[in-house]
C-alpha cells in the first residue's frame, strides 16, 4: 500500500472513530455529523454523493447509519477498509452496552434490584412512541401507506411471534409494489450484478440456521437469530426494538422486560449505533456461561447483527443506479416503510400496557414525549436525568 494512501486510510478511521464516540441522537443526527466532518471538513464525498448512498442504505435492510459509513469505507478503500470502519465505528457503543448487560446481570446476582433503571423503562417507551411518531409523518404519504400501517400494528400485536415480522414486512412491500403505474417512468439501464457478497448473505443465512437446527448450540442460535433480524429490519433501531422484544423476551424469555427496557432506554444515552442493543442482549441471554459466556454472546450477536446490512450494501452498492429506475422497486418502498411503522407502534403497545394502571410511570412517559417533541433537550441528557433520579429516588 502506497504510504499517501496508507496515510489517508488512517485518517479516514480516525474520524470515524471521533463520530463513534460523538454521534448522539440516531441516523438523522448522525447523517448531519457526516456531513460536517466527511463532506465539509475532508471532502471524501459531494453531500448530493453522501445523500444518495443514505437514501440507498435506508431502503436496505439493516442499521443505516452504519451502513453509510462503511460503504463511504468501502468507497475510498475497498473491503477491507470496510470492515475497518465496520469495526472502529460499532466498537464504542458496543463496549459500553456489553458492559452494562454484565453490570445487570452482577447486580442481579448480588440481589441488587434493577429499581435505580426504573425511570429508565418508561422513558424508553416514550423514545420508542416519538420515534415511531417521527418516521410515520415521513413516511406515511396517503390512506393505503396509514391503512398498511394500521394492519401490520393489529397484526404484530396480536400475533406476537418473530415469524410475524418478515411476513408483515414482505406483504406490504408487496401490496404497494402493485402501484406502481404511479411512479414516473424512468430510462432503464441492463443489470450488471456481481452475485458475490449476495450469495455470502445468503449462504450465511442458510448455514447458520442449519447448523443451530443440528448443533442445539446457544452461541450458534443466537448468531442466527441476531442475523435473521438483521437481513429483515427495514427502518433503522427503533423497527429492530419490536423484533428483539418478540423474539428475546416475549417468546424465549432469555431477558425479562425490566432488563429489555433498561438496556433501550441506556442506548439512547450513548453514542454511535442503536443496533448496539443486540450486544446487551447476548451478554445476558447467556448469562448463564459466566463472564466467557457472556463475552461470546456479545460478540456473536454483534456480528450476527451487522454483518447482513454490510453484506447487502455490498452488493447493491454496485447496481443500484440501475435497480433504482424500476417503478416496481420504488413502490415497494412505500409499504415496507408503512409496515415498519406499524411494527414500531405494536411495540409501544406491547411495552406501554404493563404500565398503564401506574399512574406514576403513565407520567413519565408522557413527561418524555413532551420533552422530545417541545424542546432541544438531548436524548441522552434525558436518559441520564432518569438515571440519575432514579439513585437519588
Known amino acids: 500500500m502506497a504510504p499517501v494512501r496508507k496515510i489517508r486510510y488512517l485518517i479516514f478511521l480516525k474520524d470515524v472513530l471521533i463520530l463513534a464516540f460523538t454521534t448522539f441522537g440516531g441516523p438523522q443526527v448522525h447523517l448531519a455529523m457526516m456531513f460536517e466532518r466527511f463532506v465539509k471538513k475532508r471532502a471524501y464525498l459531494t453531500e448530493a454523493e453522501l445523500l444518495e448512498l443514505n437514501a ?5 435492510p439493516g442499521p443505516t447509519s452504519t451502513q453509510t459509513v462503511t460503504a463511504l469505507g468501502f ?24 458492559a452494562f448487560g454484565m453490570l445487570v446481570d452482577h447486580l442481579q446476582d448480588q440481589h441488587q434490584s ?5 425511570f429508565i ?18 413516511v406515511i404519504q396517503n390512506q393505503s401507506g396509514l391503512v398498511l400501517a394500521i394492519l401490520a400494528a393489529l397484526t404484530a400485536f396480536a400475533f406476537r411471534s418473530p415469524y410475524v415480522t418478515p411476513i408483515v414486512i414482505l406483504a406490504g412491500g408487496i401490496t404497494t409494489s402493485l402501484t406502481y403505474e404511479k411512479q414516473t417512468v424512468m430510462e432503464k439501464q441492463p ?12 449462504g450465511v443465512l442458510i448455514g447458520v440456521a442449519v447448523l443451530g437446527a443440528v448443533t442445539q448450540l446457544l452461541p450458534v442460535r443466537l448468531f442466527e437469530n441476531f442475523y435473521r433480524n438483521g437481513s429483515l429490519v427495514f427502518g433503522g433501531g427503533q423497527v429492530l426494538t ?15 422486560r425490566e432488563e429489555f427496557l433498561s438496556g433501550l432506554g441506556l442506548v439512547q444515552a450513548i453514542p454511535g ?3 448496539a442493543f443486540a450486544s446487551y442482549i447476548g451478554a445476558l441471554s447467556m448469562r448463564n456461561e459466566g463472564i466467557q459466556g457472556q463475552l461470546l454472546g456479545s460478540a456473536v450477536s454483534t456480528a450476527g447483527i451487522f454483518l447482513p446490512g454490510t453484506f447487502l450494501i455490498f452488493f447493491v452498492y454496485r447496481f443500484w443506479g440501475q435497480l433504482k429506475r424500476y417503478r416496481a422497486v420504488r413502490a415497494s418502498l412505500e409499504g415496507i416503510n408503512a409496515a415498519s411503522t406499524g411494527l414500531t407502534a405494536a411495540a409501544a403497545i406491547a411495552l406501554f400496557e404493563p404500565m398503564a394502571s401506574q399512574w406514576h ?11 422530545l417533541e417541545l424542546t432541544k433537550i438531548p436524548p441522552f441528557v434525558l436518559i441520564l436525568g432518569g438515571l440519575g433520579l432514579g439513585l437519588l429516588f
Open 273 to 275: 449505533p442503536v443496533f
Open 242 to 256: 419490536p423484533m428483539l422484544y418478540n423474539e428475546f423476551v416475549a417468546f424465549k424469555h432469555y431477558l425479562t
Open 191 to 202: 443489470l450488471r450484478i456481481e452475485w458475490a457478497n449476495f450469495v455470502l448473505w445468503l
Open 121 to 138: 423503562q418508561p422513558m424508553a417507551v416514550g423514545f420508542l412512541i416519538v420515534a415511531g411518531y417521527r418516521i410515520a409523518r415521513k
Open 361 to 371: 410511570m403513565v407520567a413519565v412517559v408522557l413527561g418524555t414525549i413532551l420533552l
Open 75 to 98: 468507497k475510498i478503500g475497498g473491503p477491507n477498509l470496510a470492515y475497518l470502519t465496520l469495526l472502529v465505528w460499532c466498537l464504542p457503543a458496543v463496549s459500553i452496552m456489553t
Open 114 to 118: 434493577l429499581r435505580f433503571a426504573r
Open 56 to 60: 440507498l442504505c435506508q431502503v436496505l
